[in-house]
């Protein structure tokens, strides 16, 4: 795909942002190549993913009847949780096995579980898996699946899949790669359980043992992660089954709380969690 000037890109731009599709249709038609032209890292449907997310579907219907590359698109949507735009892009023929790009070779649906992305989660593991792994079963909610990956006394019966979570693949700071520890690898899907929101897959690793204060990522705790993706449900689940409340990462040496405070946007969702947690 070719990049293209800001000269160029604006007519398409223009009415892509302000919602004009058949102002959009026309710059296409006038010049086919912008439908996958690179402006600023992004073709026109990525550039739909972005925030405010608030691009009018009808736009993103244009883009994609225009022949758009749909593939990193539906990576984008799986990060951002948008999930119509991920059943659109489905529908249309996007392929959910295929990686983001290659600074981050991770699927959708890992892309999805790594930004605690549930509602797009949620379309693409209709899909599958693809690369089955402990962390994104349990990121999933998938219990039977983690429930057959451990025994009733916590002990792994299986590897713990091809890919394992590396966190510089959706821009936080690296850590040492994932071991073979089965400690580790329980404890990551404790925390990508909580970050998910996946109440039943949390209750049923901490009924097996797995510690709640379990932290396999640089001190962050499924309480931490749940506090950062702004899950209100699964902070008040987790403090219910006694989580730790002191705990501080070894990122910012924050405690919940701290992050809660940090990561405070007014939205309902952060303030309640805020209230809680003050």
């Given at each position: 795909m070719a990049t293209v000037s800001d000269e160029r890109i604006q007519p398409a731009l223009h009415a892509l942002l302000a919602g004009d599709a058949e102002g959009l249709r026309a710059a296409l038609a006038a010049d086919t190549e912008l439908v996958n032209g690179v402006w600023n890292d992004h073709t026109l449907l990525e550039w739909a993913t972005q925030p405010p997310h608030d691009v009018d579907p009808a736009c993103t219907d244009v883009l994609i009847d225009a022949g758009a590359s749909l593939d990193r698109a539906l990576g984008l949507a799986g990060c951002w949780n948008l999930a119509d735009l991920c059943t659109r892009l489905l529908e249309a023929g996007a392929d959910p096995t295929s990686l983001c790009d290659n600074a981050s070779p991770i699927t959708a649906l890992e892309s999805a579980a790594m930004h605690g992305s549930t509602r797009s989660a949620d379309v693409l593991i209709e899909q599958g898996l693809h690369r089955p792994t402990l962390w994104l079963a349990?990121?999933?909610?998938?219990?039977?699946?983690?429930?057959?990956?451990?025994?009733?006394?916590g002990e792994l019966l299986q590897p713990a899949g091809p890919y394992r979570p590396n966190w510089a693949h959706v821009g936080r700071p690296q850590a040492p790669p994932p071991t073979d520890d089965p400690e580790q690898i329980l404890s990551e899907a404790m925390t990508f359980a909580a970050r998910n929101d996946r109440s039943a897959v949390v209750d049923h690793l901490l009924d097996i043992g797995v510690p709640i204060d379990a932290a396999p990522y640089r001190g962050v705790t499924s309480l931490h992660f749940a506090?950062?993706?702004?899950?209100?449900?699964?902070?008040?689940h987790l403090i219910a089954r006694g989580a730790p409340l002191k705990s501080r990462d070894d990122e910012w040496n924050a405690t919940p709380?701290?992050?809660?405070?940090?990561?405070?946007?007014?939205?309902?969702?952060?303030?309640?969690?805020?209230?809680?947690?003050?």
């Open positions: 349990a990121a999933t909610g998938q219990l039977d699946l983690v429930a057959n990956w451990i025994s009733p006394t506090v950062q993706y702004a899950k209100p449900h699964m902070v008040d709380a701290r992050w809660a405070e940090v990561c405070n946007d007014d939205s309902a969702d952060r303030t309640a969690i805020l209230e809680t947690l003050s």
